[in-house]
């Protein structure tokens, strides 16, 4: 069964350390990976998305996550953190064909906190 | 305005009871999703739907019930028989093209007592 794992729960940093969130997913078929972000009092907005193509991707507010086939990771990292980066960050995997494709999976959440 | 609107946005019900959360969408997407999300274990997929009329069970569906009557509308029932209802549910919906991302509504906070 397709399933995601993140390794981090809760990330305390301070503004302009480097942030590097874990996730590992487990399908053998083709993925679409997503990486999602819930600060506090919004929706969950996306991040940023790999599908195919260049397997480092970039995404919104200074974001990038690397796709590695060969270990099913899809980090998240962020070479200098701020403040306004507090939020829940969730990564997802959506499988491409068969009976499950739109199953759309989540991991539990990592929870970062960034200390002025 | 484009988006996904749940309601209500909290919603208390007797131990019991059983009770519909609405979703609706207006941005013309054949999949939508219900999710459940409880402190520390994410989000996790209780029923989706690919097209109207159409729907598949996720990993926690026990208790729980949906339609697709319509594109643009995925209530999601929860009932009697889900052992421990109270908690946040996010519904989403998207393209139906796997690399499409989905998008989320506001959710709602479901406190049975």
């Known amino acids: 069964a397709q399933s995601v794992s993140q390794h981090n729960h809760h990330v305390i940093l301070s503004e302009a350390a480097s942030l590097e969130l874990g996730c590992n997913y487990s399908y053998g078929g083709t993925v679409n990976l997503f990486w999602y972000v819930q600060y506090p009092g919004q929706h969950l907005q996306l991040l940023l998305k790999?599908?195919?193509?260049?397997?480092l991707v970039k995404g919104i507010k200074g974001f990038e996550a690397e796709f590695i086939k060969s270990k099913f990771s899809f980090n998240l990292r962020k070479p200098s953190v701020q403040w306004s980066d507090t939020a829940e960050y969730f990564c997802a995997v959506n499988a491409a064909y068969g009976g499950a494709t739109n199953k759309l999976i989540f991991g539990t959440g990592t929870l970062l906190a960034v200390q002025p | 305005d484009g988006g996904i609107t749940q309601s209500p946005k909290y919603l208390f019900r007797k131990e019991g009871q059983n009770v519909t959360l609405s979703c609706e969408q207006n941005l013309n997407h054949d999949a939508m999703y219900w999710y459940r999300q409880d402190p520390g274990q994410g989000l996790r997929l209780i029923y989706y739907s690919q097209i109207v009329n159409d729907f598949q069970k996720g990993d926690i569906a026990e208790g729980y019930s949906v339609s697709r009557e319509k594109k643009e509308s995925f209530p999601l029932t929860v009932t009697s028989a889900q052992k421990n209802p109270t908690a946040f549910y996010l519904c989403?919906?998207?393209?139906?093209?796997?690399?499409?991302?989905?998008?989320f509504g506001q959710g709602t906070r479901l406190t049975v007592v």
């Open positions: 989403a919906s998207s393209s139906g093209l796997v690399e499409t991302e989905a998008f």
């Open positions: 790999y599908f195919s193509g260049d397997p």
